[in-house]
């Protein structure tokens, strides 16, 4: 009858090679790949997952604000590897932005390897999205990639959120792969095991879309995040062509003081919204000084540079979030 033909059906799909080969494919990249993968909690704050990028024991996650401090670079959080030990580590960076942060345990590690530049992705490929939160013990998702390329509508971030910017420009990989609080922060892995992104949900309005950030832009924020501010950068005279930058407003200032720790005794300032690459500044800083001389106002930057016109450098003081005040010295140039 029916049950018995549909039943044979299964027996053929459940027999066939390809397929057998293809699960025992997935199951031994993802069994590799789990002892990385790891929950972060602090005394206040219970676990998001995060996984380990290097086995001397440097972790990125996703959720930056559970680090977050005042001072939040060198504070320490627990990290519960995937058997239940119990680790300290210290936060390194974080991007207040995208919420990665990289953390530093003592200890050696099992890595899960982060795909190369070469490992170009296509939608329909095969992804798994692990997780280990809330000591619940590993998660294990599958789906596909829909968009290798998805961005963010605008009505989906708020107006005010400091990072709007560049949650716009970012480009993120879209799948169906069940993504929920419990492998948020987790690895995205290609079939071979290798991490291609790092799962994330921003707002309550993407629940049941998944989003990872692209190994790509974890790449740049431990270059970028992990190296000293420059003490002699170069901006050049013209500041429109290396330089986007904002004047704050009170409403802006007070944003600042509670999502970024900018110091109560900065109360104005010019945000850099946008610089280009070996400017030696980034998206973010707060500029509010400028040769010892307050700054309020994007003008007063742009004058000061234009007349430097002897290429005198200029002493500016700017606060970063993972770094504090910052003083360096500009040397204008000129187009």
Known sequence: ???????????????????????????????????????????????????????????????????????????????????????????????????????????????????????????????????????????????????????????????????????????????????????????????????????CLYYKTYNGISLSIPISDVKRFLAEYTSTPDKTIAVDQDMELCLQVVSLTPDMIAHLHHTRKLPRDINEGIFVNRCVSGSGLRYGDVIYEVENMRVWDKSQLTSALENSGDGRPLNMTFYRPDYGSVKVQVRPTSS
């Open 1 to 199: 009858g029916i049950n018995a033909e549909y039943g044979a059906q299964c027996k053929d799909i459940e027999e066939d090679d390809d397929s057998r080969d293809l699960r025992e494919f997935i199951a031994n990249a993802v069994e590799k790949a789990l002892p990385g993968v790891v929950s972060i909690e602090t005394d206040t704050k219970k676990g998001v997952t995060g996984f380990v990028i290097d086995e001397r024991g440097y972790i990125i996650t996703l959720e930056g604000h559970l680090v977050y401090g005042h001072n939040q670079r060198h504070k320490k959080v627990r990290v519960i590897l995937a058997n239940g030990t119990q680790l300290i580590g210290k936060v390194l960076a974080v991007d207040s932005e995208t919420t990665l942060a990289l953390i530093k345990v003592n200890t050696k590690l099992h890595a899960i390897k982060l795909a190369g530049e070469d490992m170009r992705l296509r939608r329909g490929q095969i992804v798994t999205a692990l997780g280990n939160h809330l000591l619940r013990g590993s998660t294990v998702t599958m789906g596909l990639i829909n968009d290798t390329s998805h961005t963010l509508h605008p009505d989906f971030i708020p107006f005010d959120y400091i990072g709007r910017n560049k949650l716009l420009r970012t480009k993120f990989i879209h799948t169906d792969a069940a993504t929920t609080w419990g492998n948020y922060g987790g690895p995205l892995l290609n079939m071979n095991g290798e991490a291609v992104g790092v799962i």
